[in-house]
């Protein structure tokens, strides 16, 4: 209760009336910051009870004290569509939340007991209690339907007869007289790890009456498989499955062997639950990819995703059906041209959903298994992930101003709603700029998409410095997503207009499209590049063309290193981050040579002439704008020498160049603190040679 002096009541009541006091002015909107960006909530991994009647879903926020992000697991009641609560205790990691088979309890991975294992949590109520106690860490799991059996991942040696064994070696390794290490076959490093002779593979054992797994020596479900399920370095629960009568377990692996690194040859295989027989190889006539298990719901069908050219990462998926009883498959919706990114199947196992890249969005769809017809269900953003009931679809979809946020629709898409509002009042304290998709003639004549964001500030009648992004892949796409590490907003928020163009090779415009960059890395990507800069000139007329400034990482960053010998007339300064610097050592250097080997034709030794066609070392020459190297030394996609050598080659012909290093960080930045100083790098470096203040 609000109490008032005496000589104030008297005022008042001399004045005979009660002024009304003016309410409280929210505050203004500023422009969006990178450490709004880092502090934002991420919604990710949505999850239907059996019943319908919830949706969990994973929330990452951020602590920059710890200078991590922590996982946390929500619940939120469709019924009633009350605000969302939290199950699992802050501070602590929980991520792959997934519901029992009866829906009374959830599953999900933590680190709270020291290493990474499978709690069970009751929603009745309760403490959350660890549902495995294996002495390696567990890197995903998947329940059977009928909730008796539990299969997940574990790192063993291969030739480890125990778990245990696998642990003991582990610990000698970690502890050793002399820091050797011999290699036979690639990969020697893959992605930001060196190899230490353990696969992952996958284990099974029984659920008890509780729901916790059961004590003694987990049946190995993989022995003899040559390579690691879940695959790495991206591999999830998504890539194993069992079937509707819990009796078969499904997965995908790449058979390792001598070609491992220069091979995208991906079988999908079956094997009894129990482990009472060895896998058998269900897709061993397709070379190429086949990925991504399915069954359908009366288990006499198995849907997978598979490309069709053999050592290209890149190529479209198809969706595949396989009659179990009689081997005949066939790929449903041939002429589709769009390569789908998940699948899941509707309760009656009539429709399949995916959802895929799609002119700079990112779209659910539905496929009629019968017809072959396939619908769009979502519009405009990027969905990062879904689930389907029985009676709806829950997406979790960003876009351009806006964070992922979590949506209810019907099964053909309808009535899109809002389930989620998390990040509200920090978005009501930001300001974002507004944002258009545009198109133009590019290379080939064939029309190219772009999208250009205004500054946060924008005024009608000024014109702004402008950031020129550049994706990377290069099969990729920058597109309507709240990106986390490239996020257009916040080089609007410093007070950049933003230009970036889905150039020939992004994915989401046909396979075709998609195609075109290979082997032409320097050729139509650059003409795209250059007639959507000029298309963005004489549409947008705030863009100022005299203070430009370019950026790009992974093939983005390569792009950087062309241009800076091939197109360096509108640029005031370049940012390379993670670029390729010399294609003929990258060859020799990088992990993944399947990459390198489609998109030049061959190795480097069959045809050295491709390449040194599109190299950027040999028009270092022609080197004159300032550039900003970045690289993190745990890189082995594109190594850190790659970065070291372009700032090197700035530095010796005089180049104003800087070079930020960062000896924690893979290909990404992922730290929140280093993504911070990247950013501010970055903004410095921009801001001073555009004249931005």
């Keep these: 209760m609000l109490l008032r002096s005496p000589l104030l009541a008297l005022l008042l009541a001399c004045a005979g009336a009660v002024p009304t006091l003016p309410a409280l002015s929210p505050p203004v909107p500023k422009p969006m910051t990178a450490q709004d960006l880092v502090l934002f909530d991420r919604v990710t991994d949505p999850r239907l009870s059996p019943d319908g009647k919830w949706v969990l879903y994973a929330l990452r926020r951020t602590d920059l004290e710890a200078n991590k992000g922590i996982s946390s697991l929500w619940l939120l009641d469709l019924q009633t569509n009350a605000q969302p609560r939290q199950l699992t205790a802050s501070g602590t990691d929980a991520s792959s939340g997934r519901w029992s088979a009866d829906g009374k309890s959830i599953y999900f991975l933590s680190n709270r007991g020291g290493s990474s294992q499978v709690w069970r949590l009751g929603l009745d109520g309760g403490e959350a209690v660890a549902a495995t106690k294996l002495p390696l860490d567990v890197g995903s799991f998947v329940l059977s339907p009928d909730g008796k059996r539990i299969v997940f991942s574990l790192e063993v040696f291969p030739d480890a007869k125990t778990i245990e064994d696998s642990k003991k070696r582990l610990d000698e390794k970690a502890k050793p007289k002399a820091s050797g290490q011999i290699y036979d076959r690639l990969f ?83 094997v009894p639950a129990d482990g009472s027989a060895t896998p058998q190889n269900l897709t061993s006539e397709n070379q190429a990819w086949d990925a991504y298990p399915v069954p359908s719901p009366d288990g006499t069908k198995l849907y997978y995703l598979a490309m069709k050219r053999p050592k290209f990462e890149a190529d479209r998926f198809g969706i595949m059906e396989l009659d179990l009883a009689s081997g005949k498959r066939r790929e449903l919706a ?32 539905a496929l009629e298994v019968a017809s072959g017809q396939v619908k769009a269900l979502t519009g405009d953003g990027y969905v990062g992930g879904f689930a389907v009931g029985r009676d709806c679809l829950v997406h979790a979809t960003s876009n351009l101003a806006s964070p992922a946020q979590l949506y209810r629709a019907g099964l053909d898409g309808s009535k899109n709603t809002t389930l989620t509002r998390h990040n509200t009042e920090r978005l009501q304290r930001l300001r974002m700029g507004a944002y258009e998709q545009f198109s133009f003639k590019g290379a080939k004549d064939e029309t190219v998409y772009g ?66 960059v290979s082997g032409d890395w320097g050729g139509a990507p650059l003409e795209d590049l250059k007639k959507g800069w000029a298309a963005a000139l004489a549409k947008y007329d705030f863009l100022d063309a005299d203070r430009a400034a370019a950026l790009g990482a992974s093939y983005g960053g390569y792009m950087i290193n062309w241009i800076a010998g091939q197109w360096p007339e509108p640029w005031k300064a370049l940012v390379n981050h993670d670029g390729v610097f010399d294609t003929r050592m990258m060859y020799y250097s990088t992990e993944e040579l399947w990459c390198d080997e489609w998109d030049t034709g061959a190795t480097q030794y069959e045809k050295p002439a491709a390449y040194e066609h599109h190299n950027p070392v040999n028009h270092v020459a022609k080197w004159k704008v300032p550039m900003l190297v970045i690289h993190g030394a745990l890189d082995y996609r594109v190594p850190l020498e790659q970065g070291i050598a372009a700032y090197t080659a700035a530095q010796r012909v005089g180049v104003p160049s800087r070079f930020l290093y960062f ?21 410095a470096w921009l801001k001073q040679w555009t004249g931005k203040r």
């Design 188 to 270: 020697v490093r893959h992605w930001d790890i060196w190899m230490n002779g353990t696969r992952s593979q996958l284990f099974a054992l029984p659920l008890d009456a509780e729901g916790l797994a059961a004590a003694g020596e987990p049946t190995l479900l993989t022995r003899g498989i040559d390579g690691d399920v879940p695959s790495k370095p991206f591999g999830e629960d998504t890539e194993y499955a069992f079937s509707p009568d819990s009796k078969t377990v499904y997965f995908n692996v790449r058979i390792a062997g001598k070609t491992e690194a220069w091979s995208t040859n991906f079988d999908v295989y079956r």
């Design 334 to 365: 041939p002429g589709w041209d769009r390569s789908p990114q998940a699948l899941r199947l509707s309760a009656d196992g009539r429709t399949i959903y995916v959802n895929a890249d799609d002119v700079g969005q990112n779209r659910i769809f």
């Design 451 to 516: 999208f250009v964001v205004k500054p946060a500030d924008f005024t009608a009648g000024k014109k702004y410095p402008v950031a020129f992004l550049i994706h990377g892949g290069p099969q990729g796409s920058f597109g309507n997503e709240f990106h986390y590490r490239w996020n257009p907003q916040t080089y609007a928020g410093a007070g950049f207009a933003v230009v970036f163009i889905d150039f020939h090779g992004s994915t989401g415009y046909g396979q075709k499209f998609t195609d075109a």
């Design 663 to 683: 000896p924690d960080e893979n290909h990404w930045v992922l730290k929140p603190q280093n993504s911070l100083l990247w950013h501010e790098t970055v903004e």
